[in-house]
């Protein structure tokens, strides 16, 4: 077979996951410099969210080749994902931490690192396009899940944290809607959108423009997004502050790495799951936690050095444990 395919794509990785480090890199120097400031990051994290996720979810989608036994692989994704944050959410409840610290903990946990910045690079470089594919198809569930779960949670909690919620309170359904409705008419749920038109697309048989893959416009808005998404994380870093919150960062490693894979492993199993497609989900299952609870912990007024140092904690453990384990595991 021709490798000149292979080499290229394995560059792009390397490139991306260059950014990713350069980008954090840049953003806390910048900041230490004086030359950048931490009150910048909500601005510039919503307006990666619009500006490039949104159009990376429409085209992605889009080009996707849909087949009819691969919707399992979204489903396994999102029940997992969601049944991880409500253990988190109860284990955070049963403790009774502070409403900023608990979404963090509950969300972060079910949360994971499975698109291009992580979760598909990985998927290429085991299973090569085939991989790459399922990963796509897996995260054809993310806007959904991120936008109508994670979202109005993180809303909920931040304006708990805040003490902005309606005295007296209505009734649980009229606020859940309510918040549910504040989501969805959030400018930054343009990705949900975004994916469904791509979507529409897709099934009406409409043929994307060949240009966009001639001139690299998925890949240059992946590299804009990166510089600005990871960027916005380095501007909030305090590396002091740090250190403080190292236990229940550990917690949510502990569900990232432990009962998502597991759980992952018995809803897989139960859809009738196998072979690379069972392989797929369940790496993705047990990647570290994804840079959109960051971003939410800035967006909506929570705990940022908790998201922080739990971000910072898994990827660490990830890159010098968990993935080198798989690796070898799956080859």
Same mark, same amino acid.
């Given at each position: 077979?021709?490798?000149? *395919?292979?080499?290229?794509?394995?560059?792009?990785?390397?490139?991306?996951?260059?950014?990713?480090?350069?980008?954090?890199?840049?953003?806390?120097?910048?900041?230490?410099?004086?030359?950048?400031?931490?009150?910048?990051? %909500?601005?510039?994290?919503?307006?990666?969210?619009?500006?490039?996720?949104?159009?990376?979810?429409?085209?992605?989608?889009?080009?996707?080749?849909?087949?009819?036994?691969?919707?399992?692989?979204?489903?396994?994704?999102?029940?997992?994902?969601?049944?991880?944050?409500?253990?988190?959410?109860?284990?955070?409840?049963?403790?009774?931490?502070?409403?900023?610290? $608990?979404?963090?903990?509950?969300?972060?946990?079910?949360?994971?690192?499975?698109?291009?910045?992580?979760?598909?690079?990985?998927?290429?470089?085991?299973?090569?396009?085939?991989?790459?594919?399922?990963?796509?198809?897996?995260?054809?569930?993310?806007?959904?899940?991120?936008?109508?779960?994670?979202?109005?949670?993180?809303?909920?909690?931040?304006?708990?944290?805040?003490?902005?919620?309606?005295?007296?309170? *209505?009734? %649980?359904?009229?606020?859940?809607?309510?918040?549910?409705?504040?989501?969805?008419?959030?400018?930054?749920?343009?990705?949900?959108?975004?994916?469904?038109?791509?979507?529409?697309?897709?099934?009406?048989?409409?043929?994307?423009?060949?240009?966009?893959?001639?001139?690299?416009?998925?890949?240059?808005?992946?590299?804009?997004?990166?510089?600005?998404?990871?960027?916005?994380?380095?501007?909030?870093?305090? $590396?002091?502050?740090?250190?403080?919150?190292?236990? %229940?960062?550990?917690?949510?490693?502990?569900?990232?790495?432990?009962?998502?894979?597991?759980?992952?492993?018995?809803?897989?199993?139960?859809?009738?799951?196998?072979?690379?497609?069972?392989?797929?989900?369940?790496?993705?299952?047990?990647?570290?936690?994804?840079?959109?609870?960051?971003?939410?912990?800035?967006?909506?007024?929570?705990?940022?050095?908790?998201?922080?140092?739990?971000?910072?904690?898994?990827?660490?453990?990830?890159?010098?444990?968990?993935?080198?384990?798989?690796?070898?595991?799956?080859?």
């Amino acid at each position: 077979m021709p490798t000149e *395919p292979m080499s290229t794509e394995h560059a792009r990785i390397i490139v991306f996951l260059s950014c990713i480090v350069a980008a954090g890199v840049a953003g806390y120097v910048l900041k230490r410099l004086g030359w950048a400031k931490r009150e910048w990051a %909500p601005r510039l994290m919503s307006a990666a969210i619009i500006g490039f996720d949104a159009p990376i979810a429409l085209l992605a989608v889009w080009h996707l080749a849909i087949r009819a036994d691969v919707w399992k692989v979204p489903v396994a994704g999102a029940a997992v994902a969601i049944a991880t944050n409500l253990v988190g959410l109860g284990v955070a409840r049963a403790r009774r931490m502070a409403p900023a610290n $608990a979404a963090l903990f509950g969300l972060q946990g079910g949360m994971g690192n499975v698109g291009y910045t992580l979760g598909g690079a990985l998927c290429f470089a085991l299973w090569g396009m085939q991989g790459l594919a399922l990963e796509q198809m897996f995260c054809v569930m993310w806007p959904f899940y991120a936008f109508l779960f994670c979202f109005p949670i993180a809303r909920h909690y931040g304006e708990r944290a805040a003490g902005a919620q309606q005295d007296p309170r *209505p009734s %649980p359904l009229r606020y859940a809607a309510g918040v549910l409705a504040r989501s969805l008419t959030d400018l930054r749920s343009l990705p949900l959108y975004m994916v469904a038109a791509g979507l529409a697309l897709n099934l009406r048989g409409v043929v994307p423009p060949e240009a966009i893959r001639r001139w690299g416009v998925i890949d240059a808005l992946m590299v804009a997004g990166i510089f600005l998404q990871f960027g916005s994380v380095g501007l909030t870093v305090e $590396a002091r502050r740090l250190p403080r919150f190292w236990r %229940p960062a550990l917690g949510t490693a502990a569900l990232k790495f432990l009962a998502s894979p597991l759980l992952m492993v018995g809803a897989a199993l139960g859809l009738g799951l196998a072979g690379m497609p069972l392989y797929v989900c369940v790496l993705l299952a047990a990647m570290p936690t994804a840079l959109y609870s960051v971003l939410m912990a800035n967006l909506f007024g929570l705990n940022r050095d908790l998201a922080n140092t739990t971000f910072l904690l898994t990827h660490i453990l990830s890159f010098a444990v968990i993935i080198p384990a798989l690796v070898a595991w799956l080859w």
